[in-house]
């Protein structure tokens, strides 16, 4: 079954010439996003027999943006080094082992797009950047070199595998250039060819030239001289180069002669397999890999990404074969990006190959067929839903549009994924299994979308039409209601899929017809309850098992429970008070049915609440009730709650995931964090429980992973506190940023110094809103593909926020501003400057510039313009040549006909125009008296004015409306809509102009307009008060948005968003604004609510007039008081945990006499309660409160709040001589503190109530009542227990004091909730010890010890109760079997898979693990033997227990009493330090009663012990 940890990884970056490599032993790495993912190759790897031998190990985390470069060291005996390049400037050295930085450096001022560790020179690590600039940096001596051969950018280089000086380095433009390091750089060889970027160099394993026969003469390509002529050096002379460019063609150069001796061109190839969105344009990747111990064969990658191997002995035929020809499916469906070799242990040469697809492919070069597949992640992981009918199929929701489907339990593939891409194109924000029907998922996305998928066929998913506004939160499957039920049986599916979105509203589909329309619950809702006022924004939904009953969660962190068929309201629950984003029920299967009532939630708040429904949901009550207690509260996350998953192996057992990075397993029945864990790098989303491991849980996170982990391996028990959970948010930044959608902006990394940009733009990335992944973000690598020029998918970092502990974050500061200045600055100054340049000239300028220029020509001219002026007025007829010096002499207009004018006017006006002066343009045309052709001009050109506006009705009514109109779309577009709407009004457009305000976001002034100008009742105004009210809601502008919702009358919302903020003040005032308002309930609730605000920061006078506000929480005041007066009294004695800086009464201040009567007194001086009527009321309203149980993890002040309620009604019942009911109370208030572990105040408790002890209860009840006297014994009990314990601790003082009230961390787990003992039980006390300190003791004490020992130790015969024994030893016998009977099913489930999947060593295993191992549960259960225990044996136990526990009475079984075997033993242990204290009697009655009962595992060592 697996039995370890798994990963999925987030996918290897995209576009990088090297971000892969392996060593040799099977050490793989490859680089996605910010850090560098380990994989194990080969038997090393420790996988299960079976499966594919490789797995995830770890991650080198360290770089702060994408990691471009990876590269192993191949030097025997540092294969543990290696190093990397990344966007964020550096170049860092790793010891893998250890997975530490050795070293790093910053020296590239531009992005790093190369890196290759020398083949040849151990410390000699060589990187280039976009800009050209190459380093060599020797890590022994920490020495570097500069060289800097061509102003172009670098895509990939690598160092000859021959000789140490030489590097190949290929560029963008397909230039490829040999150099020679040791000479400062100096270019060897230009080998020009290519026409597009070079993807890959690879250098001939082989030295010299004799290993391919290649021609020279047949080669057709003519000779370059490339740079220099080299003479012929040994070194130059002997090698080959290949190199792979994006121009789809593959180079083989000799290094000897300096040019190309063979072109291989890829082949187009049909795709094969459908595994890939057809709508989308590729990009081509070229990679090469040279087999070192193949040189006359080449591995390249191919356009679909299918992989070639080439054939170079036949140089005049281009041959190749195809790897994984045979086998359908087995090859990529993307472009391939990287290849490297890896030789395993056992000597198999395998090649690994990194590719769009997502997925990391091993092929076996000898049979050329894929040995494995490692899928892994490009987005998110939102969402993971194990199927109910396919045990084992995990489904997961990805950011990167793709949903996968995973089959945990496959033996022979450990990662057997598949992938759904089609018809989803968004992030998979939400996933549910249908819950009977095979294969059939349901999706929602992140734009809304609802659809569903067989992931049985290849069919696209059906979806549904009607789509939600925002992201897809949740999916739920539960029964129809209307209008969807209405149909006969066959006219409707048993199952419709819920969805609820991010805009708040949960919409019902039908899966039968997803084209249909899909109804929203509201209505229905509001329908059935009559619910007048706002319904909540709904942002969670969650049926219970049984499909009864279904839990909304909303926004103002209310969740409501509403009733099938027609969803009647039956319960509120108040208790997050912030939006909720997880509910999760209980499952159906445990050994406790009632547990199926528990429901758990998770909201922004850090805090998961527990709620026990089952009164509420059995009581089916008439009209809805509000709960504000929990039932369990399960606190330690730091950070909000995403996803909840109750373990489907345990009864009450809870794991939780959270924005602190953490997922945490609860006991929620014991309110006990068990384990933590903290493997992922970023903000957990979701979390699923194996269906079939205990030990096994799945978590996904923002980190792109999804990890399997297992319970029994943490080391941490609960989340981390302050300065853990700061490492986890460092370690959560370190991950990239998410930016927003910039395009074509400069790549600019955190500079160190100004960056100069030369115009290459297009080569940054298309960015989206998502975090930045492989190059790429969190989107669907389908739009990167369509991105024309990507480098090694650069991502331009402008928008980014540095990272906050980053040394270079003040330079980026700083080279931000100085980027400003440069581009921004001149504009604004410009800017500046125009209008004051406008008005002089404006003042100078004349309206005819042009006419006034050409009056002031030479007298020559002017000469002209007289004559020809002359000669145009005085002719009857004006020939041609008149007509053309008019004409160009334009300005005569001025003094000839009135159509040369407007010719004048018109070029004039054109002139304006050009100058940028419409102004004058438009008035010139007012002269020619157009009015309405300048306004229709302004108007289409954008240039209207308050003057022309002003003119229009000369023009006439509608004219003027319609300029008007005009005029206010011109403003619109200048965003000036303030304006807009005043020039709406003045033609009386109201409506259009409140509209307008509204849609731009001016709340204020729309309603300020509509208030002056429409009816009070008109609909548009209470729109515009709720409308702004929500948005002022989502802004956390609260008391504003209560102001609109009591503008709009909706006071009810105006009470709930006040008391939104949570906080003592806003909550007092949202219960005095509910109560002047008149919603009573609402307002009782807040005060309460506000009360108990005020009672964590002890403000008990506060606490007090909040309580006031409502008449209805008198009760709860009488509650208070008691608790105030308890509390001073414990601080006085100096038992309280904090230490005063409390606000008290002034009552409280008294200190004599009795508490009890004090309490009274106050009761009647303050709150007027001196009737037996008034005693009366305040008791029957306190008494409907129910409180849930305490456990050890209860918080003091919450307990003592609970106590001090029980009390209360203790002291009310007594006021009214209603002895029966007083019983009760006190009990409750006793076993409280007794189930908390908390004796101090269950001592105290006696002491300030039961002072002189129990007696006086006695006679009060008398005889008749019988229920009373159970409890009255319990209580009694209860009382005697305590002495009982306090008589022992007295034993090992010096001086015993007959009245000690002992402080100890009682830790006892009652019987009911866990059946055992803890370690800490005071019966393994070391009685040695406490016999040595009687040696202390003067002989006078041994006297008063032996009275008051008879007195006490015969007092608590009444302890020895045989009939409780006798039922505890019942209760006791049914859990350990129901335990029994649960491990026996999860090993029964484990073998049955082992047997159905023929695993055989794990079947071995499981059945020695079951029979013999003795610390099995079963085992134990047969005493002292190792043989497991038959089924019918076990429920021939169970059956006769039952059978027991039916025989006791109610009264016994209801009421809870000490544990029997507990005090028997305390007597032993007494007899053992102190032999003269106990009576013979006694001791026999107490082995006796060990010897009947003490057979269950809790108790068995310890009998042996004593006995």
């Not at 560098?36 to 499966?51: D, E, K, N, W, Y």
């Not at 030489?166 to 150099?179: H, N, P, R």
């Not at 109370?1225 to 503190?1233: Q, T």
């Not at 830790?1307 to 059946?1315: D, I, L």
Request: hydrophobic share 35%; charged share 25%; proline share 6%.
């Amino acid at each position: 079954m697996g039995q370890e940890p798994r990963t999925l990884p987030p996918s290897p970056n995209w576009y990088c010439a090297r971000c892969s490599d392996a060593v040799p032993g099977g050490l793989f790495g490859f680089a996605a996003r910010t850090s560098v993912f380990l994989v194990r190759v080969g038997p090393g790897a420790g996988a299960s027999h079976g499966t594919p031998p490789f797995r995830v190990i770890g991650e080198l985390v360290g770089h702060t943006e994408r990691v471009s470069g990876f590269t192993f060291s191949h030097h025997p005996g540092q294969y543990n080094l290696c190093a990397t390049s990344s966007d964020d400037g550096t170049v860092k050295i790793w010891d893998v082992e250890t997975k530490t930085v050795v070293t790093e450096h910053a020296l590239h001022q531009h992005t790093i797009s190369a890196l290759h560790w020398s083949p040849r020179v151990k410390d000699l690590i060589v990187s280039g950047d976009e800009k050209g600039v190459i380093f060599c940096y020797w890590l022994n001596r920490n020495d570097s070199q500069h060289l800097f051969t061509e102003p172009r950018t670098i895509f990939c280089l690598t160092c000859s595998p021959h000789h140490e000086d030489l590097v190949a380095i290929g560029y963008k433009d397909g230039m490829v250039v040999i150099i020679d390091i040791s000479k400062k750089g100096e270019v060897i060889h230009r080998l020009r060819g290519h026409d597009d970027e070079i993807h890959s160099i690879a250098w001939c394993p082989l030295p010299g030239e004799d290993c391919l026969s290649i021609n020279q003469e047949e080669n057709s390509e003519p000779e370059i001289p490339n740079g220099k002529v080299i003479p012929q050096t040994p070194v130059t002379k002997g090698c080959y180069l290949a190199t792979g460019s994006k121009d789809q063609t593959i180079r083989i150069w000799s290094c000897s002669r300096g040019r190309g001796v063979m072109i291989l061109k890829l082949p187009f190839l049909k795709r094969r397999g459908g595994g890939i969105d057809p709508t989308v344009k590729e990009r081509l990747w070229l990679t090469l890999h040279w087999p070192s111990d193949q040189p006359t064969q080449l591995v390249s990658s191919c356009s679909g990404g299918e992989l070639l191997l080439w054939d170079l002995t036949q140089s005049w035929r281009r041959k190749y074969t195809l790897f994984s020809a045979s086998s359908e499916g087995q090859t990529h469906s993307r472009i391939v990006f990287n290849l490297c070799p890896l030789q395993t242990e056992d000597n198999k040469k395998l090649l690994l190959s990194t590719s769009m697809d997502r997925d990391i492919k091993c092929w076996d070069m000898s049979t050329m067929e894929c040995c494995w597949t490692l899928p892994s992640l490009g987005g998110f992981a939102y969402s993971l839903a194990f199927s109910p009918v396919d045990t084992g199929c995990l489904a997961i929701g990805v950011g990167d549009g793709m949903i996968r489907v995973w089959n945990t339990l496959s033996l022979k593939n450990n990662y057997d994924v598949k992938n759904f891409w089609q018809g989803v194109k968004s992030k998979v924000t939400a996933l549910c299994w249908h819950p009977t029907k095979e294969g059939c998922l349901a999706f929602g996305t992140d734009d809304g979308k609802v659809g569903l998928y067989d992931t049985y066929s290849n069919k696209p998913p059906q979806v549904s039409s009607t789509y939600h506004k925002k992201t897809v939160y949740t999916l739920a499957w539960g029964p129809p209601v209307p209008p969807m039920s209405l149909g006969g049986e066959g006219d409707r599916p048993s199952l419709t899929l819920y969805s609820c979105g991010g805009e708040g509203i949960v919409l019902q589909h039908n899966p039968w017809k997803l084209s249909g329309e899909a109804f929203d619950i509201n209505k229905l809702i509001r329908d059935t309850n009559s619910i007048k006022y706002k319904l909540p924004v709904h942002t969670e939904i969650s049926w219970k098992a049984d499909g009864k009953i279904m839990a909304l969660g909303n926004e103002d962190g209310s969740i409501e429970i509403f009733q099938v068929p027609n969803l009647k309201l039956i319960c509120t629950i108040q208790q997050h008070h912030k939006l909720v984003n997880a509910i999760s029920w209980h499952h159906e299967h445990g050994s406790q049915p009632e547990l199926s009532y528990l429901m758990a939630s998770g909201s922004n708040n850090a805090v998961i609440y527990v709620h026990n429904l089952r009164t509420v949901i059995e009581s089916n009550p008439e009209s809805p009730v509000t709960i504000t207690e929990p039932y369990r509260t399960l606190s330690g996350h730091t950070a909000k709650i995403t996803s909840l998953a109750w373990s489907p192996h345990h009864d009450g057992r809870l794991v939780s995931a959270s924005y602190d990075g953490t997922a945490q397993v609860w006991d929620t029945l014991r309110e006990e964090p068990l384990c933590n864990f903290r493997g992922h790098r970023g903000r957990l989303l979701c979390v699923e429980w194996s269906p079939l491991d205990p030990d096994c849980i799945y978590s996904g996170a923002d980190d792109f992973c999804v990890y399997k982990w297992l319970t029994s391996m943490q080391n941490h028990s609960r989340p981390p506190q302050g300065k853990k959970s700061i490492e986890l948010e460092k370690k959560r930044l370190s991950q990239p940023k998410s930016k927003p959608k910039k395009k074509k902006k400069p790549t600019l990394r955190v500079p160190t110094k100004q960056e100069s940009f030369d115009g290459n733009e297009e080569e940054s990335l298309k960015e989206s809103s998502g975090p930045v992944e492989n190059g790429v973000s969190d989107q669907e690598g389908e739009e990167e593909a369509q991105e024309p020029e990507v480098p090694c998918g650069l991502t331009s970092a402008v928008s980014r926020e540095p990272i906050i502990y980053s040394p270079v974050g003040l330079g980026f500061e700083k080279s931000k501003v100085i980027i400003n200045n440069k581009v921004t600055l001149p504009k604004k100054e410009a800017a500046k400057e125009k209008p004051e340049a406008l008005i002089k000239k404006r003042k100078a300028r004349s309206m005819l510039p042009l006419s006034t220029s050409l009056d002031h020509r030479s007298k020559e001219e002017l000469h002209q313009d007289c004559l020809i002026l002359a000669t145009a007025k005085h002719s009857k007829e004006r020939n041609e040549d008149v007509i053309t010096d008019l004409e160009d002499r334009f300005h005569l207009g001025l003094f000839t006909d009135r159509s040369t004018l407007y010719k004048m006017i018109e070029v004039e006006g054109k002139g304006h125009l050009e100058n940028g002066h419409p102004e004058l343009f438009h008035q010139l045309m007012l002269w020619k008296g157009d009015l309405k052709g300048t306004l229709q001009t302004a108007a289409e050109r954008g240039e209207l004015t308050d003057n022309l506006v002003a003119m229009a009705p000369v023009a006439g009514y509608h004219v003027w409306l319609w300029a008007v109109e005009a005029f206010a779309k011109q403003l619109c577009f200048q965003d000036q809509y303030v304006k807009a709407a005043s020039h709406l009004l003045s033609i009386h457009k109201v409506y259009e102009a409140v509209e307008l305000l509204k849609s731009n976001h001016f709340y204020r002034e729309a309603i300020a307009i509509a208030k002056a100008r429409l009816r009070p009742e008109d609909p548009v105004l209470k729109d515009l008060y709720l409308s702004w009210g929500a948005i002022l809601e989502k802004d956390g502008h609260y008391a504003m948005a209560a102001k609109c919702y009591l503008g709009a009358t909706s006071t009810y919302d105006a009470a709930k968003v006040l008391a939104k903020k949570g906080d003592a003040a806003s909550l007092r005032t949202a219960a005095e604004l509910a109560a002047i308002v008149g919603e009573e309930e609402l307002s009782a609730s807040l005060a309460l609510r506000c009360a108990q605000e005020l009672l964590l920061a002890r403000n008990w006078v506060g606490a007090q007039e909040a309580l006031q506000l409502h008449e209805s929480l008198k009760g709860q005041r009488l509650v208070f008081c008691l608790l105030e007066l308890l509390s001073k009294h414990l601080e006085d004695r100096q038992l309280s945990e904090c230490r005063s800086s409390s606000s008290y009464h002034a009552w409280s201040a008294a200190t004599e006499g009795p508490l009890e009567e004090r309490v009274i007194a106050v009761w009647k001086s303050t709150f007027g309660l001196d009737a037996p009527g008034q005693y009366q009321a305040a008791f029957q309203k306190l008494q409907t409160i129910k409180y849930p149980s305490a456990t050890n993890n209860t918080p003091s002040r919450q307990l003592l709040l609970h106590i001090c309620h029980d009390l209360t009604l203790a002291l009310l019942s007594q006021q009214v001589a209603s002895w029966d009911e007083a019983v009760k109370a006190l009990l409750r208030a006793v076993v409280r503190s007794y189930d908390s572990g908390n004796f101090t105040i269950m001592q105290e408790v006696y002491s300030v109530f039961l002072p002189e002890g129990c007696d006086h209860l006695r006679e009060k009840l008398g005889d008749h009542q019988a229920s009373g006297t159970a409890a009255f014994k319990s209580l009694e009990a209860f009382f005697l227990y305590g002495r009982l314990y306090e008589f022992w601790w007295s034993l090992s003082r010096p001086y015993p004091e007959s009245c000690v009230w002992v402080s100890v961390d009682h830790r006892r787990k009652t019987v009911e909730h866990s059946q055992q003992l803890d370690d800490a039980s005071p019966e393994e006390a070391d009685p040695v010890a406490s016999c040595q300190l009687e040696l202390s003791r003067p002989p006078e004490h041994d006297l008063r010890l032996m009275e008051e020992s008879e007195r006490v130790l015969s007092a608590c015969k009444e302890l020895f109760s045989e009939r409780h024994a006798s039922l505890q030893n019942s209760q006791r016998t049914i859990a350990e079997v129901q335990e029994t009977l649960a491990e026996m099913i999860r090993q029964h489930q484990k073998n049955q898979l082992c047997e159905s999947t023929g695993n055989g060593p794990d079947k071995r295993e499981s059945e020695q693990e079951g029979e013999g191992s003795p610390s099995s549960p079963q085992s134990q259960c047969k005493e002292e033997k190792n043989e497991p225990v038959s089924l019918p044996e076990l429920t021939k136990r169970l059956t006769e227990a039952n059978e027991r526990m039916a025989k006791f009475p109610e009264s016994i079984k209801s009421y809870p009493f000490p544990d029997v075997l507990e005090c028997c033993l305390v007597l032993l242990h007494i007899r053992s330090q102190y032999p003269g204290c106990v009576t013979p009697e006694m001791q026999e009655q107490a082995e006796e009663l060990l010897h009947k009962y003490g057979n269950s595992r809790v108790y068995r060592r310890h009998c042996q012990a004593c006995t």
